[in-house]
Nanobody
């Protein structure tokens, strides 16, 4: 049973950057780790994920070239570096873990989320 805790959210101006972190209580091992987000009144969407087997990464089209996912298994952590932030990136961001790679299915383990607000 994994417990995931996100941090690093906050208020940032358009064009700014934030780095989200997610630390697991257990060993991440070969789990795929993903970042998802949910904006008010919208469905949850997958942002990015990284395989625990070969390190392959997947990004939503809306964040390609701006966001970078990485993981540090020694620290049981996954990160999301977010650059060139836009107002439409405003959402609650969740990290998640699963045995399957991808962004279009439900993950087994979820964190509680961290709020990211992009506003001038």
């Amino acid at each position: 049973q994994l417990q995931l805790v996100e941090s690093g959210g906050g208020l940032v101006q358009p064009g700014g950057s934030l780095r989200l972190s997610c630390v697991a209580s257990g060993t991440l091992g070969y789990y795929t780790l993903g970042w998802f987000r949910q904006a008010p009144g919208k469905e949850r969407e997958g942002v990015s994920c990284i395989s625990g087997i070969d390190g392959i990464t997947i990004y939503a089209d809306s964040v390609k070239g701006r966001f970078t996912i990485s993981r540090d298994n020694a620290k049981n952590a996954v990160y999301l570096q977010m650059n060139s932030l836009k107002q439409e990136d405003t959402a609650v961001y969740f990290c998640a873990a699963d045995s399957v790679v991808g962004l279009n299915h439900d993950y087994d383990y979820w964190g509680q989320g961290t709020q990211v607000t992009v506003s001038s």
